[in-house]
């Protein structure tokens, strides 16, 4: 089973991913991590993250080993990320490994922003999660500060709305909802109601399937 978990930045998708692949006891892959990770690499080698040719060239050179680095969580990379993972160049690197993890078993659980609709479009379930731009500030901003970094929140948000600006309008995979997707409203709900919404979201698709 593979299940495609889309939405945009804050809005609790990686958390909902990894506890519902725990649940389910499937593969997990943050796929904002891999853009984080190639975004990082340039930075480190002191190249601009609008450098599309260097950025296609981090892409091909991609090391999983270095997917948990503490950097990687930080605003800096997370709005480099969002600036190299517009280049269609980088998104059709990645896209074979994505793929590729989705499909090993027992099952998988992906979250990014085009799983539902660019990377696994036959996924057996796709939830989109939304929550409020000012709640997803507010979150990334006790992330941030609980990591020693000393942010300010209306900065945040600004960075949020900008960036979903962005993730909606690139040419290349645009964050939107696939036709088929499971909307889950995440403003108002903990970790584990989200958790049990998106469970429940998952287990009347199985029913489904089986009376098919």
């Not at 999983?64 to 800096?76: D, Q, V």
């Not at 000393?150 to 645009?174: F, G, M, Q, S, T």
């Amino acid at each position: 089973m593979i299940i495609a978990i889309d939405g945009p930045a804050a809005s609790g998708k990686g958390t909902l991913g990894k506890r519902l692949a725990a649940h389910y006891h499937f593969r997990h892959l943050d796929t904002g991590v891999i853009y984080r990770a190639v975004a990082k690499a340039l930075i480190d080698a002191g190249a601009d993250p609008s450098d599309e040719a260097r950025a296609v060239a981090a892409a091909h050179e991609l090391d999983p080993e270095k997917f948990g680095h503490p950097a990687l969580k930080t605003r800096a990379i997370g709005e480099a990320a969002s600036v190299v993972s517009a280049f269609p160049g980088v998104r059709e690197a990645l896209l074979t490994f994505q793929r590729q993890f989705a499909a090993e078993p027992p099952g998988a659980v992906l979250d990014g922003r085009d799983i539902g609709t660019v990377i696994c479009p036959n996924a057996d379930v796709k939830i989109f999660v939304v929550a409020d731009p000012v709640v997803r500030a507010r979150r990334r901003t006790l992330e941030a500060r609980s990591r020693g970094e000393d942010v300010d929140e209306a900065v945040v948000l600004a960075d949020i709305l900008k960036r979903d600006e962005r993730d909606r309008n690139r040419p290349v995979a645009p964050l939107r909802a696939a036709a088929d997707a499971h909307v889950l409203d995440n403003s108002n709900l903990d970790i584990e109601a989200g958790l049990m919404a998106a469970i429940a979201i998952v287990e009347a698709m199985k029913v489904a399937r089986l009376h098919k």
